[in-house]
């Protein structure tokens, strides 16, 4: 009987260590980087900047007559 069991054992030991020999490959190949174009428009953000500026100065041509 302690040979049945020794030879049990020594089965299932071989059985896990081939059950955690594993064997994973990865494929690198090259990678493509291609560029990026970003088109950000800021004319406006601009645009609003400046008639904040000079709304100011459009109010004051109003309050005050032209000077001739």
């Known amino acids: 009987m302690p040979t049945r069991t020794l030879w049990l054992a020594a089965l299932l030991l071989c059985w896990g260590v081939m059950a955690c020999n ?10 493509e980087i291609k560029p990026i174009h970003i088109t950000i428009d800021v004319n406006i953000k601009v645009d609003r900047a400046l008639d904040d500026f000079f709304g100011d100065i459009d109010e004051m041509e109003e309050i005050l007559p032209p000077a001739e």
């Open 22 to 31: 594993t064997r994973h490959q990865v494929d690198v190949s090259p990678m």
